[in-house]
């Protein structure tokens, strides 16, 4: 009788806490940091401008995607990419900072609220020279591009849901260490080659006579007149 009520307990907490799962939501919980690198600049010559999407998809979604092509997927107006709702981060050579995706935001909530079996990740980068090559030479499209990367996300109470650390290349996208990517981030521009504005103050100690200009620290008062 004993084993007959902890068996009944037990059913009745395992669909307390499946119900939990599938009216919430998948419960995993983790950051995803996506980082720009240094190699974007020696792939391309430059720090070319690029997105990134985030997307929850499920197995049969993820087979439907390694068909599409990012170029394909990232056409404008493109219903699959409106379909999925994805988040979107913006990259340029002006904006090479790393971005995260919260576990605590409400785009993350919304994502995994869809309870999605795995985590998808594109970039709008085109193929590196050797990687186009090899790609043109495939017989099929059916290859996972390496401008994806696949996720799947844990599901199991007690797992462990570690925070994902991708790099973009010129190679695709990287699973690397936060300690890797953060190396590799590209550096700031040098601030002596940007344009930079004074404030000029000029007095002229008789009429006529010649200008006597200075610079103005940013945040003070002018000098007099006189």
């Known amino acids: 009788m004993k084993n007959i009520l902890l068996l009944t307990a037990a059913l009745v907490l395992g669909g307390a806490v499946s119900g939990c799962s ?25 720090y070319p401008s690029f997105e990134v999407d985030i997307l929850g998809a499920g197995q049969e979604d993820v087979i439907k995607l390694s068909k599409y092509s990012p170029e394909r997927y990232f056409e404008s107006e493109s219903p ?7 988040v979107t981060y913006r990259f340029s050579d002006n904006n090479l900072r790393m971005k ?20 998808m990740v594109l970039v709008n980068l085109p193929l590196a020279g050797d990687q186009k090559k ?26 462990e849901n570690p925070d994902l650390h991708l790099k973009i290349a010129g190679t695709g996208i990287i699973r690397t260490t936060r300690e890797d990517a953060e190396e590799d981030l590209p550096e700031a521009p040098e601030t002596e080659k940007q344009p930079k ?18 610079e103005i620290p940013p945040g003070s008062e002018p000098p007099d007149n006189h």
Not at 25 to 34: H, K, L, R
């Open 22 to 46: 599938s009216s919430e939501g998948t419960s995993a919980s983790f950051d995803v940091s996506i980082y720009p690198s240094k190699d974007l600049a020696r792939t391309y010559g430059y």
């Open 197 to 214: 504005s004074v404030e000029l103050r000029c007095v002229s100690e008789k009429k006529g006579g010649k200008l006597d200009c200075r």
């Open 100 to 119: 995260k995706f919260r576990a605590d935001s409400p785009e993350y909530r919304k994502l995994m609220g869809r309870s999605p079996e795995y985590l």
């Open 80 to 86: 699959l990419r409106k379909y999925f709702s994805p």
């Open 134 to 159: 090899k790609d043109e030479d495939k017989k099929d499209d059916t290859g996972l591009d390496p401008r994806k990367f696949v996720y799947k996300i844990p599901t199991g109470f007690f797992d």
